[in-house]
């Protein structure tokens, strides 16, 4: 497993099929019902917080490492001798309750599981909740919970030797350290390298000493240190190489990012922006901050018109790849721009939340990967949180109304607003379910990762009351047309040649069968008719050097070349390219003719000019329309009867017009701009 890889391969559904890099952490159980849905969207917030931590709580336990391991120690470690930790996973059990469980097999005679009990991932995240509850409440309760928690990461952090500064990922239930754990994650062992979890610790490490600062200046000056080894071991690790540029697969690519990842180096600026912002200024974070937040900027690809559609990427060894967890660039982004006061960092974040969001939420959401098609469409709560993060960082930074209400659109996927039409978190014991599967199945189990970030959206909406107002009064989704993969194997008529390749490439996947079309070679789709122009965006794999031309009825010629490979994990790439031009209306049939070299297709991605996805509740109904069009475009929102305001906004999420109606409305959306219609 490479160090992109994460731990989720637990994703405990029957027969779900999980590819490598799946995050799924087991987990949900516990019936719920939603928050009482709002009436409209000028409604007041729930009465009651939507956070509750006491699921979070119930996955919390005591350890006590055995004394004198060489290399880790922690505040107070004589005094206080026991630490607290979460355990991994919580499998539902009968009558809504969990048994906690580690990661891994379980060995009865020595306790002990192939990974661990409890890992520094889960343990940074749940400080940083803790950290938020304790400064949005003033609850002195999660100020214990967070030094705790903290007091027990910074004992999985190395503090001598080679590896200082760096993080051992898994401890057993007795609080031995699993520097090794099966199955293999790399760097092994998990504290020789730079990693996802030394960039979760940055982060906790950072928003603890912000909030200790003033109330526990000790024990935040001895955060600060530990923040200060850990910024050691970025610099010799990883921004040694700052400055240098390399490629993948053709693109342009910062060699500097954690794990060569902006998700990673994503989650370590959210860190290091918290301790700037709490000052006194510390020179080596704000050294470490500009040269992580350049290199995670770099990484925002496309336009409204070209795949990824304006996301910033989150592996720099694949542009074929984008996915929900751990996407908080755009946040990282903003809170980096504020904190440096650097406008061009936040361009980036503006155009992948008002741009590539609108083009996520109409094709179904936060999906776990698009790898290029929609291949991994399991939706977890880490990629719902990341999501509502990005959008409402972004918002506060730009003052943005639109953005806002499409962090509560997304953000309705707790509350029934899904493809499973049931609520994923239930306020009244704080369980939020491990995830969503394609059909609608919900995996009911409810681990840490899964309840952290639950209770991260929960802390942002009720740090956000409008927002949430209107997030839990949306609870289902009534109407959805965005984009969506035509199987280049369901080809009505071809006389090509189908093969099925091995799905994970390395850094892409394929979604299905290949169809591979030689010189003179046909195929032909139906793909439903529109009332507007669909785009449509063939996905090819290309070779490095080799070039094919095809022409596309109605489309025009496309011509495909294989870059050279670069840093990604294989030799070549599997891209969508956008045709010359839309197919013409209510047209639902399209064809290709290869003529030269060979055409290797997985399949066509079709977006609609008019991309939609309508909400509703009880007396509540958001819906949202993205224009894809070569210039501006009229597009009728609202419904018969219902009394709307309906609001456009540019590319950059900027206030065009606002109208209000009853009934249905005509208005004219800027290319690559977003509508919305509230009632």
Do not use: C
Not at 62 to 88: D, I, M
Not at 200 to 218: H, K, S
Not at 377 to 382: G, K, M, N, P, S
Not at 587 to 609: C, F, H, N, Q, T
């Amino acid at each position: 497993m490479n160090t992109h890889a994460r731990r989720g391969a637990r994703w405990a559904v029957a027969g779900a099929a999980v590819i490598a890099l799946t995050v799924g952490l087991v987990s949900p159980a516990a019936a719920s019902t939603p928050a009482p849905a709002e009436a409209a969207a000028a409604a007041s917030a729930p009465s009651a917080p939507l956070t509750n931590l006491d699921h979070l709580d119930f996955l919390l336990d005591q350890a006590t490492p055995p004394a004198g391991v060489e290399g880790h120690t922690t505040y107070r470690l004589a005094e206080e001798p026991t630490l607290t930790f979460p355990w991994t996973y919580a499998d539902a059990r009968g009558g809504g309750t969990f048994e906690r469980v580690g990661g891994g097999p379980l060995d009865p005679e020595t306790g002990y599981w192939g990974q661990g009990a409890y890992n520094a991932d889960d343990i940074s995240r749940a400080a940083v909740v803790y950290l938020r509850h304790f400064e949005q409440t003033g609850d002195q309760a999660s100020a214990d919970k967070a030094y705790e928690l903290l007091r027990g990461l910074t004992y999985m952090q190395t503090v001598t030797g080679e590896n200082a500064g760096n993080v051992v990922l898994w401890m057993q239930p007795d609080g031995t350290l699993n520097p090794s754990a099966e199955p293999i994650e790399l760097p092994d062992p998990s504290d020789s390298g730079a990693s996802y979890w030394l960039a979760r610790t940055i982060w906790a490490l950072g928003e603890g000493y912000a909030a200790f600062a003033d109330v526990d200046p000790a024990f935040a000056e001895f955060l600060d240190e530990r923040l200060d080894l850990a910024i050691e071991a970025l610099d010799r690790q990883v921004l040694s190489r700052y400055g240098e540029w390399t490629e993948s697969d053709g693109l342009r690519v910062p060699a500097w990012l954690i794990v060569d990842g902006a998700d990673a180096s994503a989650e370590a600026v959210l860190g290091l922006a918290a301790r700037l912002a709490a000052g006194p200024d510390a020179p080596e974070a704000r050294d470490a901050l500009a040269k992580l937040a350049e290199g995670i900027a770099a990484m925002s690809v496309g336009d409204e018109g070209e795949w990824p559609y304006g996301a910033v990427l989150p592996w720099a060894q694949s542009r074929s790849m984008w996915h929900a967890w751990a996407s908080q660039m755009p946040a990282a982004l903003a809170a980096a721009s504020e904190v440096l006061d650097d406008p061009s960092l936040l361009e980036p974040a503006v155009t992948d939340t008002a741009v590539f969001t609108p083009t996520l939420l109409t094709a179904g959401g936060a999906d776990n990967g698009w790898f290029p098609s929609p291949t991994d469409r399991v939706q977890i709560a880490y990629g719902v949180d990341s999501r509502v993060q990005s959008l409402l960082a972004v918002a506060d930074a730009t003052a943005s109304a639109g953005l806002e209400t499409l962090a509560s659109v997304q953000a309705a996927w707790y509350f029934g607003a899904n493809r499973a039409g049931e609520p994923m978190y239930d306020p009244a014991t704080g369980v939020t379910y491990d995830g969503l599967q394609p059909d609608g199945t919900i995996n009911r189990n409810s681990g840490a990762e899964s309840a952290i970030h639950g209770l991260l959206t929960m802390l942002a909406l009720d740090a956000h009351p409008d927002v949430a107002a209107r997030a839990t009064a949306l609870t289902s989704v009534t109407a959805q047309d965005g984009l969506r993969m035509i199987e280049a194997e369901d080809a009505v008529a071809t006389d090509g040649t189908v093969t099925t390749p091995e799905s994970w490439t390395g850094e892409s996947s394929w979604s299905g069968d290949a169809l591979t079309l030689t010189p003179g070679q046909e195929a032909t789709w139906d793909i439903g008719t529109a009332d507007t122009r669909p785009w449509l965006e063939p996905v090819v794999w290309s070779d490095p050097g080799e070039t094919s031309r095809s022409t596309w009825r109605s489309g025009g010629q496309l011509k495909v070349s294989g870059p050279a490979q670069g840093i990604s994990p294989s030799p070549g790439v599997l891209l969508p390219y956008a045709l010359t031009a839309p197919l013409a209306a209510n047209r639902g049939e399209v064809a290709v003719k290869a003529l030269s070299g060979e055409l290797m297709l997985d399949g066509i991605l079709v977006r609609p000019w008019l991309s939609r996805l309508v909400l509703e509740g009880d007396g509540a109904r958001t819906e949202l329309v993205q224009s894809t069009a070569t210039g501006t475009q009229r597009a009728t929102l609202g419904a018969a009867g219902v009394a709307s305001t309906i609001r456009v906004f540019d590319q950059t999420g900027a206030l065009v017009r606002t109208t209000s109606v009853t009934g249905e409305a005509s208005v004219v959306v800027p290319r690559g701009g977003f509508a919305l219609a509230e009632g």
